[in-house]
């Protein structure tokens, strides 16, 4: 079993303190669900987990397996096992998706890909999530719709099996169907040797994606942990009533 564990996680972005202090396990096997308002760190999390350059740690540990991450540039954090399907997936003209694909594959197992397997496999996952047949050919993003490039980020977590997933707001651009498909296929995925940091705004993906942790996150801290039943509060009032449960002024996340 793996095991990605941030303690007392700090992070700033240009002199500017975004995570105040993040404390998050998360074991392979689970979904982890965090939730929050706009501007609460959340995706600066992911980011800073995966070794973005612009978010510097300033306090805290991570680890995955006992490795430290805070040591490892970005390819390494991926060689070690973690993967970051992003919120807004960038273009990258002239390089088409199998190409892409082989390369990340080869760079992470540390080994040659045999290109008949390679392809058998990609064909496979493409037609799982539904995919145009002419995929591999396309160049990566370029001219893909919103909820294109978010299953695009799926057909690579499929394709490369990390320990690990951040899922950065996956259900961002995506219709009622290619929602159930890309939740299906991701939990799927969960089984003893992978888990999943799910990030999101809206009950619907975990509709699809059922997690077994939820936490909220305000101000750069998450306050509160717990079920499925917090989704459903949620759902019901927002998060306004955080503010009276925990004395948190959600206009500025200062506890009262």
């Not at 404390?23 to 982890?32: F, I, K, P, Q, T």
């Not at 396309?138 to 320990?163: H, T």
């Amino acid at each position: 079993m793996a095991k990605l564990e941030v303690k007392d996680l700090h992070v700033e972005i240009e002199g500017k303190e975004i995570l105040k202090g993040v404390n998050l396990v998360v074991n392979s096997g689970e979904v982890h669900a965090i939730m929050g308002p706009n501007g609460t760190g959340k995706s600066t999390l992911a980011s800073a987990l995966m070794g973005h350059p612009k978010y510097q740690v300033t306090k805290g540990e991570a680890y995955l397996d006992h490795m430290n991450l805070l040591d490892l540039e970005v390819d390494e954090r991926a060689r070690a096992g973690l993967f970051l399907a992003m919120q807004y997936p960038a273009e990258v003209p002239g390089v088409t998706n199998s190409d892409f694909m082989r390369s990340a594959l080869k760079a992470t197992k540390k080994k040659d890909i045999n290109v008949i397997e390679f392809a058998m496999q990609y064909e496979k996952v493409v037609q799982e999530l539904k995919m145009r047949e002419d995929l591999a050919h396309r160049y990566l993003n370029e001219g893909f719709s919103g909820g294109e490039r978010k299953r695009n980020e799926i057909l690579q977590l499929k394709v490369l099996r990390p320990k690990f997933a951040i899922l950065d707001e996956i259900d961002s651009g995506l219709d009622i169907d290619a929602l159930k498909v890309v939740g299906e296929n991701v939990s799927d995925l969960v089984d003893d040797e992978f888990g999943c940091i799910l990030i999101t705004h809206y009950q619907r993906i975990l509709d699809h994606i059922k997690p077994d942790f939820v936490h909220i996150m305000i101000d750069g801290k998450i306050v509160m942990s717990g079920g499925r039943e917090l989704i459903e509060k949620i759902d019901q009032s927002g998060y306004e009533w955080i503010e009276d449960e925990l004395g948190i002024d959600l206009e500025d996340g200062e506890t009262t």
